[in-house]
């Protein structure tokens, strides 16, 4: 069975007021209804006002009426308006949530109900009938749809507040104010409407409950009030003494139909038990409602997708860009040659003082920039971007998986050929960048800036490696 809890939608409030939303109920011509609960767990219904009926300041006014009208009905069997802001941006009112099937539900899936459970129904609405119009109003839209069954009887909801829309009916004219199936003559004809209007669709719902129809049959609204005018209810099928009382109720004229303590007498029955007065079919369905009102309510199942293939992760370019200046960078180098510069470098790694190293200046110092000298420069450079990657790997096995860590076997090709020319390359660079240096300082001070330059170098690349870890854990 389609849960009667529905998920939010996209686009959907997350909150009305004080009241935290955590599903759907329906909706209808004036707005839609939620699954809301207090601060205090309380569940609550709450309508929300359409967004083209909330820009109309006629319908605003006569909503806000409305609301304070029905905030003063009571009642067992009414739905009790418990809260409402009809100056919000959307006007919305909060009533108590009854965790029962609608009368229209109850029948479509498990049949008519029988005639002990339609008088108990009949007196249950009667009664709120008399509730609502106690208060000065007229329900306006009595139907199946608006009876919900609980265990202890019948609920009557929404009531007084399609009057509301009678001010606008003309603007939104795609809008029935009512349903057309369950409208009273007078209504139908576009007459005013009072307590009289309410006991003919009270007739109309008992009829539906009885056989599963509407008495008028069903089709479009203008056949269906042509009907409601000039013809005669289908009552076949209901037993006569619930078939009497409907057929007064279904008068054509206002004052042929009996008022609501007369449909109480008829109907009420002291014998009866109003938790055993359903079918055992639909009192399933109310323990189900009541169960899922404990439950969370369900999540939008994400759309189904073909499975596709993880997209390789592609190198980020300056990660790239230096392993392929090391490995460029070392192949030049040999290609020029080191000759002078072997001998300088040996001393470097031998442990020689740098002072003598730069006793006697390579042959750098005595040919000016070389191309040899610059790839000494750019191969310096390419190192620290492959030690930052390094680091990048090391940080990137910490927090991700470790296929994602590895990566492809392209990525790890590169990055493990650049990291061990990286690593051979520094005493060649430094050396040359301190040669090269040394034709405007001190041999010393050469080697403090050479140093210098390479911290701020890995510096960098560590820090370009650190922002594209974050990226990928983000991401």
Not at 72 to 77: D, I, R, S, T
Not at 132 to 152: F, M, Q, S
Not at 197 to 217: E, K, Q
């Amino acid at each position: 069975m389609t849960a009667v809890i529905h998920a939010l939608r996209a686009g959907d409030a997350s909150e009305m007021g004080p009241y935290r939303l955590v599903g759907r109920l329906g909706g209808g011509g004036m707005g839609e209804v939620f699954l809301g609960r207090s601060r205090g767990g309380r569940p609550v219904a709450v309508k929300v006002v359409r967004p083209e009926l909330a820009g109309d300041a006629d319908f605003r006014r006569r909503f806000a009426q409305e609301v304070e009208a029905a905030r003063k009905v009571g009642g067992f069997y009414t739905a009790q308006v418990i809260d409402a802001d009809t100056s919000a941006a959307r006007p919305w009112l909060a009533t108590a949530y009854i965790p029962g099937p609608s009368l229209d539900e109850a029948v479509s899936r498990h049949g008519p109900l029988p005639a002990a459970s339609v008088a108990v129904l009949g007196a249950g609405l009667a009664e709120g009938l008399a509730a609502v119009h106690a208060c000065g109003l007229v329900h306006r839209d009595l139907k199946p749809g608006n009876v919900i069954l609980a265990e202890g009887g019948p609920r009557l909801i929404d009531f007084g507040i399609v009057r509301a829309l009678d001010l606008v009916g003309q603007t939104h004219s795609r809008m029935v104010v009512g349903t057309p199936a369950f409208m009273s003559p007078e209504q139908a004809r576009g007459h005013a409407v009072g307590p009289p209007s309410d006991v003919f669709a009270l007739g109309s719902v008992l009829a539906y409950a009885a056989t599963g129809r509407s008495p008028f049959g069903s089709g479009h609204g203008e056949a269906l009030g042509f009907r409601i005018v000039h013809e005669e209810p289908d009552l076949s099928g209901i037993p006569d003494d619930l078939a009497d009382l409907i057929t007064t109720c279904l008068a054509k004229e206002p004052a042929g139909r009996p008022d609501v303590p007369a449909v109480i007498d008829r109907l009420a029955d002291p014998s009866a038990d109003p938790p055993w007065w359903l079918p055992l079919d639909v009192t399933r369905m109310i323990t189900e409602r009541e169960t899922a009102i404990l439950t969370p309510p369900p999540t939008t199942p994400p759309t189904p997708t073909e499975p596709r293939t993880p997209a390789r992760r592609k190198l980020p370019p300056w990660q790239a860009a230096g392993a392929a200046l090391v490995t460029l960078s070392l192949l030049a180098l040999a290609l020029v040659g080191l000759d002078d510069e072997f001998d300088t470098v040996m001393g470097a790694i031998d442990g020689t003082g740098f002072e003598q190293v730069f006793d006697g200046p390579p042959g750098v110092q005595d040919e000016g920039v070389t191309a040899a000298s610059v790839l000494t420069v750019l191969t310096l450079l390419g190192c620290c971007f492959v030690l930052g990657a390094l680091s990048a790997q090391v940080a990137g096995r910490a927090v991700a998986p470790v296929a994602d860590a590895i990566g492809s076997t392209l990525r790890t090709t590169v990055v493990t050929a650049a990291s061990v020319a990286g690593l051979a390359a520094p005493p060649f660079a430094w050396t040359g960048l301190a040669g090269l240096l040394s034709e405007w300082m001190s041999p010393m001070t050469a080697l403090w800036v050479a140093l210098a330059a390479v911290a701020v170098a890995l510096a960098i690349g560590l820090g370009w490696n650190a922002e594209a870890v974050k990226a990928r854990e983000t991401g």
